[in-house]
């Protein structure tokens, strides 16, 4: 027990003391309250004019100035009050004060802001004034209250309140709040509000809707802070025209949008409100100017009208719905026409000359609601464009299903060519390098034997064998015209040519294998050739017809080739048209678009080695897209064929002079050979010097170096490197070398047994003449004498090349030429 009335004894006592909370302090607050003076309005005052008799007004009272009269407006309102036997410490509230006031009471000044005028302007704090009365000041009974004010259009003053201080003093801090710090409040929301639709706006430039409303919010926020600003932005008579105006340029679009959001479509009503704003500023100028006192007035209405069609069509909308949104967008939308009505109606009476407006207010209630909808209709819209792209993905998904099936059956395919590209890539390399290099080597001696070898039958075998030789390096030269264009190192330089005397020269050439062959090689060139000339790289064209040619030769059994060119389109745009006609067994109808592949022979089994590799139609195809040339084929099987090419005619221009093979002697040319294979070495170093050269042969730059330091006072004029040098060195590295010491400024020749792409680029690249291995002796001597035409004529003797002579040059050149 004891111990149970211990643990209730404080609970009885915090209930006490929660009675005592509940009860007494709100009866000690009403008895303090009682025991204030309770405020007391003042409704009437006696207002004195300058130049008018002092008479008693109610107040609130307005009083413009006079037209033609000074430039300040300016009243004096006397107010009396009855405070009691015992004043105690009261305050004096003016809720509504238009113009810059003086303030005193029984003759003593309360706030005296007389010396700078204002003009009124709703909404501005400093509208409302607040002032403690000292109790020094006041006397018992009768209170003389004075308020002089002064303004450049009007002044004006509403009731007066007198009495408690704490009273007064929240009176005007709830007028303050409602009058400024809220309306600011709704700005800030519906701006923020607008933004965000704004930015959705952004993102789906098509949905107008979005467009309409956020500009509609901006335009709503920014009037509001107008209202509520403490200066006045304009003067008059601007300030009401534009305030008014800008009342209807957030209208507008918040109406727009309602008809777009019930679906209405009135053309003619969007038409009217956008020249309505157009003609606003015009029609308000002018009725100030006319001195008509309530057309912005009524142009304010005229715009509530333009509400009321909005409000109607979101309530037929809401019917049309019968949803939650539709019916709290339509309370909204009521209760905002309404508040836009109530302030005009209180704009227009006097009964408060500084009331608060509720149109800001409507707004916190109309656009979250419809910011939310918005917002809402985006998410969904956002969801279902997600449905959507996950049922197209997985139609894409099935669709490449059935397509990977496919790309695996083509990249087989594609394996399998790359598989025959590259074994075609490792044979022309081991040819290249394996191959030329002996051929090389037996090249040189054949030439170095010939010049030995004088008559006789140790003649012909010498012969023999060279002709041998050459159809070997036509072989090389085939594979490696081939490599160059895949490498991309074919130059082509077009200028014109005589096309007559090239062709003449290319029937000449194959004349006597077609002899061999019991065959006819006929020419025929119509279109009187001496007139234009061809627009071309001669040595393309040159190799396209040769192998044409030597092609119809090669597979003609009986009959003849024709040669033929004729001039075609000589009205429009002229071009000579080549025509290669051959007897033999035609082409298969099936079998056309392959003979121009790569290693594609048609069958004949008893074909010797001079058939080729079945490069040379390869190469027509490739060099003809390379110049742009069109190119045709047309056959009958057992009667015969004919290639066609097609070659750009221009006018005609001077035949180029054509200079002489170059010839001389090469003796006392001191060469320098650097070259890793003994064979190659020594066969480079037999022909040089059955040439008459002085010859300094190495494997490597710092042999050469070593050998060429024992004759200080003879340097090389030549040198003539090998690019591969073994243990990773190059040609390029060792002329530099050798130039830096025993070669200054020595022309320089590499020679390669590789012909692969990335190679033939490398050399290209080094700004060096070059040349693919096998070189054909007369090539090699055609460079030495051109070397040696530069030298000093000092430096070699009398062993000149004749001047103005010029040869093939090396490197550079198109294709592989066979001399």
Known sequence: MNAGAGIA????????????????????????????????????????RPGEAARPVPLPDFVTARPGGAETASAIFRLHADLGPDPRPIALYLPGVYGSPRVSINGHVLLDRIASPLSGHRGNADRLLLATLPTEFLRPGRNDIEVMLASPR????SAVWVGDEGVLRTMHSHKLFWQVTGPLVAAAVIMALSLCVLVLWARRPGQTLYGYFGIGGMLWSLHTIWVVSPDRLLPAPHQGIWFNYAYALFVAPLVVFCLRLAEWR????????????????????????A????????????????????????????????????????????????????????????????????TSYSGLLFFPLVAWILIDGFVQAARELELLNAGLEQRVAEKSAQLRLALEEMRAAKDAAEAAN????????????????????????????????????????????SESIAALNAMFNTLLDVAR??????????????????LHRLAHELSSEAADRGLRLSVRIGGNPQRLNALSDPLLVERIVRNLLANGVKHTGSGGVLLACRLRGASGQPHWRVEVWDTGPGIPAAQRERVFDEFFRLGHPERDRTGGMGLGLSIVKRLSQLLGHRLTLDSNEG??????????????????????????????????????????????????????????????????????????????????????????????????????????????????????????????????DWMIKPVPAPR????????????????????????????????????????
């Open 266 to 289: 009135l053309p003619k009503l969007e038409r009217s409100m956008w020249i309505g704003l157009a003609l606003g500023p015009i029609l308000l100028y002018a009725a100030n100017f």
């Open 639 to 768: 009667r015969g064929s004919r290639f066609a090419v097609e070659i750009p005619a221009t006018a005609l221009a001077a035949a180029p002079k054509v200079e002489a093979r170059p010839s001389g002697t090469l003796d006392g040319l001191r060469v320098g050979v650097l070259e890793d294979d003994p064979e190659v070495r020594e066969a480079m170093r037999t022909l040089l010097e059955g040439w008459g050269c002085v010859v300094t042969a190495a494997a490597c730059a710092e042999e050469l170096v070593a050998a060429a330091a024992k004759r200080p006072a003879d340097p090389l004029h030549a040198l003539i490197v090998d690019y591969q040098l073994g243990k990773g060195r190059t040609g390029i590295e060792a002329i530099g070398i050798a130039r830096r010491t025993c070669a200054r400024d020595a022309p320089a020749l590499i020679v390669s047994g590789a012909s692969a792409p990335d190679r033939l680029l490398e050399l290209q690249a080094s700004g060096f």
């Open 154 to 157: 009007g002044v004006g003053l």
């Open 485 to 502: 264009m895949d490498a991309g190192a074919v130059l082509v330089e077009v200028r014109p040519f005589a096309l007559d005397a090239l």
């Open 780 to 819: 090699l001597r055609s460079w030495l004498i051109l070397a040696m035409r530069d030298l000093p004529a000092r430096s070699v003797g009398n062993a000149r090349a004749p001047h103005g002579a010029a040869a093939e040059q090396a490197g550079p050149i198109g294709l592989a030429q066979v001399p």
């Open 422 to 465: 590259r074994a075609k890539s490792s044979f022309l390399a081991a040819a290249s390098h394996d191959l030329r290099q002996p051929t090389h080597a037996l090249g040189l001696y054949m030439a170095a034997l010939r010049g030995e070898t004088h008559g006789g039958r140790r003649s012909e075998l010498a012969e023999r064998m």
């Open 291 to 358: 001195g008509i006192d309530n057309a912005q007035a009524y142009w304010r209405l005229l715009w509530i009208g333009t509400v009321v069609v909005g409000v109607y069509a979101v309530g037929a909308y809401a019917l049309k719905r019968r949803d939650t949104q539709g019916t709290l967008l339509l309370a909204t939308g009521v209760i905002a026409l309404a508040f836009g009505v109530r302030d005009w109606l209180v704009d227009q009476t006097s009964a408060d000359n500084n009331p608060v407006f509720l």
């Open 9 to 48: 004894r404080p609970s009885c006592l915090a209930t006490r003391w929660l009675l005592w909370l509940v009860v007494a302090v709100p009866c000690g607050a009403q008895t303090q309250r009682d025991a204030r003076v309770p405020p007391q309005q003042l409704h009437e005052a006696v207002r004195e």
